[in-house]
């Protein structure tokens, strides 16, 4: 798969940053599950729910995201296996205090991430509840939305769309539609859907959750942000964003409401929104957004304040993806010579500037950034890393190779100094391999990316690079094509163009070979022609 690079922030929530090409997902889905299993672990054991982990100390994060976001790191692929028989063997009537062990057993087994005992344990508490003839229909739910979640926490997007949607099936039959247990179990069929790439269905289906939660909790809840992010994303990746527009907007304006527009998580959601922009291309509004969250902090904490560097990494990040955009840059030459004459049919907005001087002003927002972070008294070593990377990474896709290596060395120094985060090192997450930062696919690649699902087939080209210590691709090999051949060349042409940064072992930038990029194109599915276009046509009884 292409693996681009992400902000340390980024890297270490899970939430990152958005970039044009490249699908994040905004937000923790742990965060998401750990919610939903509090809400309903309170419900049936009155045992305060273990929150999150919080990321390293120093970290500049975006507003915390709630229930139904991104998968964590450390979760791993799996599909939960049918409980056993002797599992399934539970007392004909089983007390309360079983229960009540069952239940602090699946708490520990969550605690401790074995997400695979958990849903062995998630499926012996249901029985248990089944089997209990003083248990409600809402201890069955709150049962069964445990298990599901804990589905979720071990990708297993199948079998927990299937648990939620027996809740769902249960309270529709009872015939109460609105309770908070409905949209807790709509939002999480609406998460499966999500982590199995069906946007459409996960944009439907979070909408629905949406107008349940305001239902329940009010128009401006805050409990509705993760929802709303994830719609947007939803809608963002289907190519509807005018609609993943108003999602991103709707929040703006509950945080506005519940925080007030100097409060952080205010700003935060600011900065979101011009990520976002920078995602979908449209880099003069990114940067308006951005300007006015790093107005805010300085009006609220002054021209140093740490807060800043989140909104400045992002400036110079619209302007690195907009200098890496051939249709921007042409669009930005249009935009300037219509200037110059005076083309009275040319867009009225602000004219493009030269791409030296885009370059110049991204280049300061980064140096700001780094100048920030240095003046602190004590800066995090997390702050190091985070802008020393993303400053070597703006010289590396200018192709200023000297100049990145040694932002790239005192990050990579800085990284060794902070603590692993779910097993693994941030030097390793950072530099142990090559990070893809930029990329521009063959010109037909989503040619048939916007046709209906079952309108479309979709292809992979694997191909195996090496890249060099500069973070050049040195070389390329076709490593399998699903589809047409031609496309398969088109790929190889492509790779060029990749700018990586390079894998680091004992502070100096080595070559790598094997390092695999992935390329999904789409192809029309052929459909059968019908009886009468294959018949033999009757012969004619003219003379």
Not at 22 to 48: D, I, K, M, R, Y
Not at 90 to 114: C, G, I, T, Y
Not at 385 to 411: E, F, I, K, N
């Amino acid at each position: 798969m292409l693996r681009f690079a992400l902000p340390v922030r980024a890297a270490l929530t899970r939430g990152g940053r958005a970039r044009r090409g490249a699908h994040t997902a905004p937000g923790n889905l742990a965060c998401a599950c750990a919610l939903l299993l509090s809400l309903s672990v309170a419900a049936a054991e009155p045992t305060p729910a273990t929150k999150p982990a919080e990321p390293p100390p120093g970290t500049t994060k975006p507003a915390e995201p709630p229930p139904g976001t991104t998968k964590p790191a450390e979760s791993p692929p799996a599909v939960a296996p049918p409980a056993s028989a002797a599992d399934a063997a539970v007392a004909a009537a089983p007390s309360v205090s079983s229960r009540v062990d069952a239940q602090a057993e699946f708490r520990r087994l969550l605690d401790a991430k074995d997400y695979q005992a958990a849903i062995e344990q998630g499926r012996r508490i249901v029985e248990l509840v089944r089997q209990d003839a003083t248990a409600t229909s809402e201890d069955l739910q709150i049962a069964l939305l445990n298990l599901g979640a804990v589905q979720a926490l071990a990708d297993d997007s199948v079998g927990a769309t299937e648990t939620y949607q027996q809740v769902i099936r249960m309270i529709e039959g009872e015939g109460h539609l609105t309770t908070s247990r409905m949209s807790r179990a709509v939002a999480g069929v609406a998460n499966a859907y999500y982590e199995a790439k069906r946007y459409d269905l996960a944009a439907d289906a979070y909408d629905r959750a949406l107008q349940l939660n305001r239902r329940n909790e009010g128009l401006f809840n805050e409990e509705q942000l993760p929802l709303l992010d994830r719609r947007a994303d939803s809608l963002t990746s289907l190519g509807r964003y005018e609609e993943a527009l108003q999602a991103l907007a709707y929040g703006m304006r509950v945080a506005e409401r519940r925080y007030g527009a100097e409060d952080q998580r205010t700003i935060d959601r600011l900065e979101q929104l011009g990520r976002w922009y920078t995602r979908v291309g449209a880099y003069e509004a990114s940067r308006q957004a951005l300007r006015n969250a790093v107005r805010l902090v300085e009006k609220r904490s002054g021209p140093n304040a740490i807060e800043l560097v989140g909104p400045l990494l992002a400036i110079g990040e619209s302007y690195r993806e907009q200098l890496l955009d051939p249709e921007a840059m042409r669009e930005s030459a249009e935009d300037d010579r219509n200037s110059v004459f005076h083309d009275s049919n040319a867009s009225t907005g602000m004219p493009s500037r030269t791409p030296g001087l885009l370059a110049a002003e991204g280049e300061r927002a980064l140096e700001r950034a780094v100048e920030i972070v240095d003046q602190q008294p004590q800066p995090s070593p997390v702050q190091v890393v985070d802008v020393r990377t993303q400053l070597g990474d703006w010289y590396q896709t200018r192709l200023q190779h000297d100049r990145a290596l040694p932002q790239y060395q005192l990050a990579w120094a800085a990284a060794g100094q902070t603590p692993p985060l779910n097993g693994k090192s941030l030097r390793e997450m950072l530099f142990d391999q090559p990070i893809l930062l930029h990329y521009t696919p063959a010109t037909d690649w989503k040619r048939y990316a916007r046709r209906p699902a079952d309108e479309v087939v979709a292809r992979t080209v694997e191909i195996d690079l090496t890249v060099s210590a500069q973070g050049r691709v040195t070389g390329r090999k076709l490593v399998s094509n699903e589809g047409d051949a031609h496309m398969a060349e088109k790929a190889l042409e492509a790779a060029d163009t990749a700018r990586y940064r390079p894998r680091f072992v004992d502070g100096k930038p080595v070559e790598t070979p094997d390092v695999r990029l992935t390329q999904t194109y789409y192809e029309p599915i052929e459909k059968p022609k019908s009886p009468d276009d294959t018949a033999t046509p009757a012969p004619s009884t003219k003379p």
